[in-house]
Each structure stands twice: as structure tokens, then as C-alpha cells.
């Protein structure tokens, strides 16, 4: 007799699926699991993974895949790379749908054809490079900081960075963890430079870019995030670059948080206040930091600066 009450029950003890193998000991029999892929009734996750319900939310089916494809590698398999970063919540990444997960060294290594959105690595990772998220064991963020900052450009490296400081998953003083994590492997040159360049204020890598290319083009802001205000301390609104002897602001235009009909509202409202108090606004979008001299050349002709 099948069980349904109970396969809810392990699916929500292990992040929204469950295994053929515990289907197959709660009564279904492999024919009804197929029918119910099929039917569109469950959703298949992953290798053996199902979620035992229709249309999940994409963000419950991608927590999903993901747990699913660290338990399908059994004992010692932990989320690496970009997946450890989606789970901690640090920008930054070009998102690609790919599981990263890392297995023991001494594990046999096989890279699974049936499910080709997962890569599988073999990192030495100690105890204390492991911590949970949502159940999922995943690398640290100083540890998973540390492993990309070595397969990164510059400027991703530097939102990553500049991402987990931000959101405090990191703090100053944990960029000495991430250097230690860096010592003697491949890229760590490099990599410690990409350190010297962050700064946590920065609220998203479309900021942290921006900065980058005032800093490349020789007109590094003079502060982030500043607040104006007016001559009763009331605040008229806070700038993402700023330049404040030339009461000049440069704003990182994002497309989600920039978009709805709320956002344009409020940032107009808030340019017209800046603008009323004798400051210039600059906006910039993400297309604009793909052009190297576009927004330091903007700025110098803002600042009233020749090259």
C-alpha cells in the first residue's frame, strides 16, 4: 500500500524530493513513479530524484537539484564553486544552471553522462572548510570565496568579493582566511591583488563594476554610498559613486531593482530632490561598464577634467 502521507514527510526532511529507492519502499511501484513523471504530477530533480509534486516554484525546484545532486554522490559529497555561492547568497556569478559538487579525493571519480548539469570535482577540503546551508553541506564562505577568486577574472572576482563582504558573510578581518586558503595553489598571484581591491559597501556587482572602471579610467570615487543632506540633516537621497568637491553622483542602474513602476517613481523623486540641492547625477546601466571608457570618460567630463 502506498504511503503518501510519509513520502511528504521524507521529502520535506531532505529538501523536496526523494529517491526512486525510498518511493519504491513507501508501495510505489517503478511504473507509477514513471506515470507520475510523466503525467507532469512529479518532477524529476535529478538522477533517481523527484520532487512528489506538479510545478514547483523555480526557486524550490532549484534548492532541490541541488540537495538532490549532493546526496545522489553520497558520504563526504559538498556543494563547491558557484553552487557553495548561490547557497550563501553571494552575487556576482553568471548563472549557468550547473551543480558543482566536490567528492573525497580518494573516491573514484565519474562524471555522471545522465545528468550533464552536474560537474563533479575532487577538493581537499578539511572540517572546517564545511558548514551547512539549508541542509545541504557546502563549502564555508571564506573557502568558497577562495576557490573562485582563483578561477576568476578580475572584475567577477571583485564582486564576489565584494558580495560576501557586503552581505556579511564576510568580514575584514576574514580576508586573512581567504589569503590563507589562497597560499600555494594555481592563480594565487593574481588573487591577491583582486583582495586589495574590495569593498563591501558596494550593494551589487553592477556597483562593484562601476567602480572598477572609474578606478581603470583614473577617476576613482571619492566615497560609496553617500548620503546628502540638507541644511536641516534631512536625507535627500544616497548615492552609489560619489564625488563630493564636485557634487557629483554616479548611480548603478540595475535592471531588477530599477525597473518596476515603484523604483522609477522613487528614483525620480529622489534625482529631482539631489538635483534641487546643486548635485549632478550620473546613471549607468550594466551594458554601460562593458564599454571600458564610457563611464570614466563621462565622469571626467562631469568633473570638468580633460585627459
Do not use: K
Not at 519504491?24 to 512529479?42: E, K, P, T, Y
Not at 563591501?200 to 578606478?215: I, M
Amino acid at each position: 500500500m502506498v504511503d503518501v502521507e510519509v513520502l511528504r514527510l521524507v521529502a520535506g526532511r531532505q529538501g523536496g524530493f526523494v529517491t526512486a529507492a525510498q518511493a519504491l519502499g513507501l508501495g510505489f511501484s517503478r511504473d507509477q513513479i514513471r506515470h507520475l513523471v510523466r503525467s507532469g504530477r512529479w518532477t524529476r530533480v535529478s538522477r533517481g530524484c523527484f520532487m512528489p509534486i506538479a510545478g514547483p516554484h523555480p526557486a524550490a525546484l532549484r534548492a532541490a537539484c541541488i540537495s538532490a545532486a549532493v546526496t545522489s554522490l553520497g558520504p563526504g559529497a559538498v556543494a563547491v564553486l558557484d553552487t557553495a555561492a548561490e547557497l550563501h547568497g553571494i552575487d556576482g556569478l553568471r548563472a549557468t544552471g550547473a551543480v558543482h559538487v566536490s567528492v573525497p579525493p580518494d573516491r573514484p571519480h565519474v562524471q555522471r553522462r545522465a545528468d550533464p548539469g552536474l560537474v563533479v570535482h575532487q577538493l581537499t577540503l578539511g572540517a572546517a572548510d564545511v558548514c551547512q546551508v539549508g541542509g545541504v553541506p557546502a563549502t564555508t564562505p571564506a573557502r568558497t570565496v577562495a576557490d573562485l577568486v582563483l578561477r576568476l577574472d578580475r572584475y567577477p572576482a571583485v564582486c564576489v568579493l565584494d558580495s560576501a563582504l557586503n552581505r556579511q558573510l564576510l568580514a575584514e578581518p576574514d580576508l586573512s582566511l581567504v589569503l590563507t586558503h589562497l597560499t600555494g595553489r594555481r592563480g594565487a598571484v593574481a588573487a591577491r591583488t583582486y583582495l586589495a581591491e574590495v569593498d563591501g559597501r558596494a550593494q551589487s556587482p553592477l556597483e562593484t563594476r562601476a567602480r572598477l572602471r572609474c578606478v581603470d579610467g583614473g577617476v576613482p570615487p571619492e566615497v560609496l554610498q553617500l548620503e546628502v543632506r540638507d541644511d536641516d540633516g534631512y536625507l535627500l537621497g544616497i548615492g552609489d559613486l560619489g564625488w563630493r568637491s564636485a557634487r557629483l553622483i554616479a548611480e548603478a542602474d540595475g535592471r531588477g531593482p530599477h525597473r518596476t513602476p515603484g523604483a522609477v517613481y522613487a528614483d525620480r523623486l529622489r534625482q529631482n530632490r539631489l538635483v534641487n540641492a546643486g548635485w549632478r547625477v550620473l546613471r549607468f546601466t550594466w551594458m554601460d561598464t562593458l564599454r571600458p571608457d564610457y563611464i570614466p570618460e563621462t565622469v571626467r567630463h562631469a568633473l570638468g577634467r580633460r585627459r
